[in-house]
């Protein structure tokens, strides 16, 4: 039994097939999923899902990227939507320098914004951080974000960062890129990251793992992530399903 933490099934990409990609999933085992709402156009769409899906969860919040279109009242939609039954975090949040949509000063408001709500909600956080390490870990310590924790998700950072993030209490997620057979850095961090700390996630339809890289990301996939995570840790496939299964449930305070 797996957990994706970080899908993205509203997504135009699975429009034709999303009710097979669904059932795909199911059948590698896939029982629990968290879709992820982070702008106008998906929190709605995250709903839907999760309001039709026992087994899907809905995180929302407002993306880095989309930060320049967030508009007096989002903040208490948001709010408003964390009281949902199936709503079991606030995100994707964080920071984006890579593809540098929304000014830093914006993504730096938004983010720190939306850290200040969970807290006051008790609502954990979900992690996007892209070439932004410093400045997010930085921003996490200045909040005191450790007071309601969350997820550093699809993690791309040093050990030396993922290092900080632990001891602010987040948890680790690994995506795709854990199977890359070049990609030794994010090997070496979930090597590093104790048994009940790390997460598994697709971020589907991106990040791809191997060896269908290049191709459309699905759910299902994240069992291959799971195999990725199995051999670094030297444990067994049905030892990884459990342990992350229960850190997800920890981390997301599930049941
Ligand atoms: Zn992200
Ligand atoms: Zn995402």
Redesign the pocket.
């Known amino acids: 039994m797996l957990f994706d933490t970080?899908?993205?099934l509203d997504a135009e990409q699975f429009d034709e097939d999303r009710e097979e990609v669904i059932a795909r999933a199911l059948e590698q085992g896939v029982t629990q999923m968290i879709n992820?709402g982070?702008n106008r156009e998906t929190i709605p769409t995250t709903m839907k899902l999760a309001e039709s899906y026992d087994f899907i969860y809905a995180a929302v919040g407002w993306?880095p990227q989309d930060a320049i279109t967030m508009q007096p009242g989002d903040l208490e939609w948001i709010e408003k939507l964390c009281a949902h039954e199936k709503v079991v975090a606030i995100g994707?949040i964080g920071l984006d320098y890579y593809w540098d949509t929304s000014p830093k000063d914006v993504q730096h408001r938004v983010f720190r914004e939306q850290i200040r709500l969970a807290k006051r909600l008790n609502m954990p956080i979900?992690i996007?951080d892209r070439d932004a390490h410093e400045d997010v870990v930085r921003i996490l310590r200045e909040e005191h974000a450790e007071e309601c924790g969350g997820v550093m998700?699809?993690f791309s950072g040093s050990w030396e960062i993922a290092k900080q993030c632990l001891d602010l209490g987040f948890y680790i997620s690994f995506g795709g890129p854990l199977t890359f057979k070049n990609a030794r850095v994010p090997k070496e961090v979930l090597a590093n990251v104790p048994n009940d700390r790390f997460l598994i996630e697709t971020?589907s339809p991106?990040l791809t793992p191997h060896p269908y890289r290049g191709k459309r990301n699905e759910t299902g996939y994240v069992r291959l992530v799971a195999e990725a995570a199995a051999e670094i840790k030297g444990l067994n496939l049905e030892e990884v399903a459990k342990i992350t299964m229960k850190n997800a449930q920890a981390c997301f305070r599930l049941g």
């Open positions: 970080h899908t993205h992820i982070f993306h994707e979900v996007h998700h699809c971020d991106y």
